[in-house]
C-alpha cells in the first residue's frame, strides 16, 4: 500500500511535503517589533538639580577643626590630646552649637581600629555637626 504522488514522467507537478516557514518568521518579526516598542527605556543616570550661576564668594575662610585619631586609639583636637570621649562630646556639643559651624576635618591613622573611627563620627552625628569630613585618604590606597 504506498501512496504514488506523482513521477517525473507523467508532466504533472510535485506535490512539495515540507513547511511553509515564511508566514510563522512574519508572525515573530512582528512579535519581536511588538515586544522592543512596549519594553520601557531604561535610562541608566541620576538626575540631579544643579544650582544655576555663580554663588557668591565667602566672605571669610572657613573655621577648621582637625580631630586626628592615632594608631592606638588617642583623639587629638586641633593636636590637642582629648583625655575622654565625654571632652570630645563637648567639644562636638560646643562646635554644633555655633551659628557658622566649622568645617571638621577627621584624619584617622592607617593602623587605628575602624570602631574608633565610627564611634568619633557617630558621636558627630548624633551631636549635631553637619560639616564633616575625612581627610588623608590617599594613605589607604595600595
Known amino acids: 500500500m504506498a501512496m504514488n504522488l506523482g513521477s517525473a514522467s507523467s508532466g504533472e507537478d510535485e506535490v512539495m511535503m515540507d513547511i511553509n516557514t515564511t508566514p510563522l518568521i512574519d508572525v515573530m518579526l512582528v512579535l519581536i517589533i511588538m515586544l522592543i516598542i512596549t519594553i520601557p527605556v531604561q535610562l541608566h543616570s541620576v538626575n540631579l ?3 544655576a550661576g555663580n554663588p557668591p564668594p565667602p566672605l571669610a575662610p572657613p573655621v577648621v577643626v ?3 585619631i592615632d594608631f592606638d586609639g588617642t583623639v587629638l583636637w586641633n593636636g590637642e590630646t582629648i583625655a575622654s570621649q565625654q571632652a570630645l562630646e563637648s567639644r562636638l556639643v560646643q562646635a ?5 559651624q566649622p568645617e571638621v576635618h577627621l584624619r584617622p591613622n592607617k593602623l ?4 574608633n573611627v565610627a564611634a ?6 548624633r551631636l549635631g555637626v553637619t560639616k564633616l569630613g575625612i581627610v588623608g585618604n590617599e594613605q589607604f590606597v595600595k
Open 49 to 51: 538639580n544643579m544650582p
Open 66 to 68: 582637625t580631630i586626628d
Open 96 to 100: 554644633a552649637a555655633q551659628t557658622d
Open 112 to 115: 587605628v581600629a575602624y570602631k
Open 120 to 125: 568619633v563620627m557617630a558621636a558627630a552625628q
